[in-house]
């Protein structure tokens, strides 16, 4: 699934104001990390994670392997910060930052 321009802007307008509820450090992405990264999308589907390294193509190279191990689609990536998505069909609206932020 690739995203329109439209839908990044407006997943980007609500991951601003989202705070990193992950993070991969220099040991890059463990099957802790992963299974939290997971656990964290199906909970609320667009979330913000920090890459903690101070290498470019280090951090493009977690970026892609998170990505692909989690089934996530990128929106965006700025610095450390880096917004992902994966919509999850029996989402809790509580929890979702789809539903919770839809109207901002």
Do not use: W
């Not at 990264?37 to 970026?63: M, Q």
């Amino acid at each position: 699934m690739t995203l329109s321009s439209a839908q990044k802007k407006d997943y980007k307008r609500i991951g601003h104001h989202l705070k990193p509820v992950v993070i991969v450090s220099d040991q890059g992405a463990s099957e802790g990390v992963l299974s939290e990264l997971n656990r964290a999308l199906d909970d609320h589907e667009l979330i913000k994670i920090r890459i903690s390294v101070a290498d470019r193509d280090t951090k493009n190279a977690l970026v892609e392997q998170v990505c692909k191990a989690s089934g996530a689609e990128l929106v965006q990536v700025i610095g450390k910060m880096v917004i992902l998505l994966r919509k999850n069909k029996k989402a809790n609206p509580n929890l979702s930052n789809l539903t919770r932020f839809k109207d901002m």
